[in-house]
């Protein structure tokens, strides 16, 4: 089968020579594992968030499920959460037998709507079947228990509401798992991204703000939290375990000195990634223009400093989407629809009976979302490429 040729890539990680150098000379010490750099790597995020705690692991999927760990969440438990994410932020829960609690978005954002996560806890507080009924889902309620926590996602970069989701945690006695691992470097009413409620977790895929290839990182103020991360990413070795001893069931979710090395030497110019890929951002949105049936991305007020992970526009109703996508691939600039609403995935509708009309927002989002070509590296001659190319598929 023949690899399409693409005119302009759909991300791509910015690596420099530092950068380069820096595995190399790791690659030359006697630490590929559990070493030095891994240490570095985490005090560069303690600097940058100003948390008491970061914690490296070897995925932003391996610090969600850490957190839900840690949480003490487990069989049938509800967590509030959003189906409009990549699916590791539900998955996390599952894995534990814990059972979300779907709340759609808010249609701008695409973040989590604060006011029906409030409503959702009061519903589930009241145990009354009526109000349940809601919010469970249709299938597998049998052992449904009590709700333990609240995971919400700082979607393409913007963090969701937290002032109104701390006031929900808050009065129902919740855990907040902070899900950034699209928003490093974000800022809600000037706090960081990651900074809000129990834990942060941060994801550094190669189409991230900064990558380490494979690799995730926890944060937090809670010292008894970050003992627990720490030791179930070890295989669940507590501080004054040996090499063969396990005080608790854990994984092996380290992050390697390889990928920390990567790390260290992209956190040292954190700001300046951050500012190309604005930088990006902004010729998106004058070359865009003002065009008739398609919506750039959205900025809420709260969010005082947005972190560009993706760009991602929205097109009207009478476009589809999804031919319009096939043409601009055939043309040789490569697109996303984004996100698929994790509640249609074949097996959450196995296994908890979703159906189509269930979250109208989140599935008129995944109906419509379109995510151009975009990193760091583009040149303004490739953003120009993608919107002249779109423009005319729009016009067609």
């Not at 190399?24 to 590929?32: A, F």
């Not at 808050?170 to 990651?194: N, R």
Request: with cysteine; hydrophobic share 35%.
């Amino acid at each position: 089968m023949a690899v399409r040729k693409y005119l302009v890539p759909m991300s791509s990680p910015d690596i420099n020579k530092d950068d380069q150098q820096a595995v190399l000379e790791t690659l030359q010490t006697n630490y590929l594992s559990i070493g030095p750099k891994i240490q570095t790597f985490e005090q560069s995020f303690l600097d940058f968030t100003g948390a008491a705690h970061a914690i490296g692991v070897n995925s932003g999927t391996a610090g969600l499920h850490l957190c839900v760990r840690a949480a003490g969440i487990s069989d049938g438990d509800l967590v509030i959460t959003t189906p409009f994410s990549f699916v590791s932020s539900t998955n996390v829960i599952l894995f534990e037998h814990a059972v979300p609690v779907f709340v759609d978005v808010d249609p701008r954002t695409g973040n989590i709507d604060p006011l029906q996560v409030k409503q959702a806890a009061v519903d589930i507080a009241s145990n009354d079947p009526e109000k349940l009924e809601k919010w469970l889902p249709r299938k597998n309620r049998e052992k449904v228990g009590s709700l333990k926590a609240i995971l919400p996602v700082d979607v393409f970069g913007q963090p969701a509401d937290y002032d109104l989701l701390q006031e929900t945690a808050d009065h129902h006695g919740l855990t907040i798992i902070e899900d950034s691992c699209e928003a490093l470097g974000a800022e809600y009413k000037h706090k960081k991204a990651g900074r809000f409620g129990d834990f942060g977790v941060f994801a550094f895929y190669p189409n991230k703000q900064i990558t380490t290839g494979e690799g995730g990182l926890v944060i937090t103020d809670d010292d008894g939290y970050a003992n627990i991360v720490r030791a179930l990413r070890n295989q669940g070795r507590a501080p004054d375990d040996t090499w063969l001893q396990h005080t608790y069931l854990g994984y092996n979710y380290r992050l390697d000195e390889l990928s920390a090395a990567l790390g260290v030497s992209q956190m040292k110019r954190i700001n300046k990634l951050l500012e190309k890929r604005e930088h990006i951002a902004n010729w998106y949105n004058t070359k865009l223009g003002e065009i008739n049936g398609v919506e750039k991305p959205f900025i809420s007020p709260n969010t005082t400093k947005m972190s560009w992970f993706v760009y991602v526009i929205r097109l009207d109703e009478r476009f589809d989407r999804d031919k319009i996508a096939d043409k601009l691939d055939i043309a040789g600039i490569p697109v996303r629809p984004y996100f698929l609403p994790i509640h249609l995935q074949p097996y959450m509708v196995n296994q908890f009976g979703y159906q189509h009309g269930d979250y109208p927002v989140t599935e008129d989002l995944g109906r419509r979302n379109l995510a151009l070509p975009f990193s760091g590296k583009m040149t303004e001659g490739q953003v120009d490429l993608v919107c002249r190319e779109l423009l005319k598929y729009l016009k067609d």
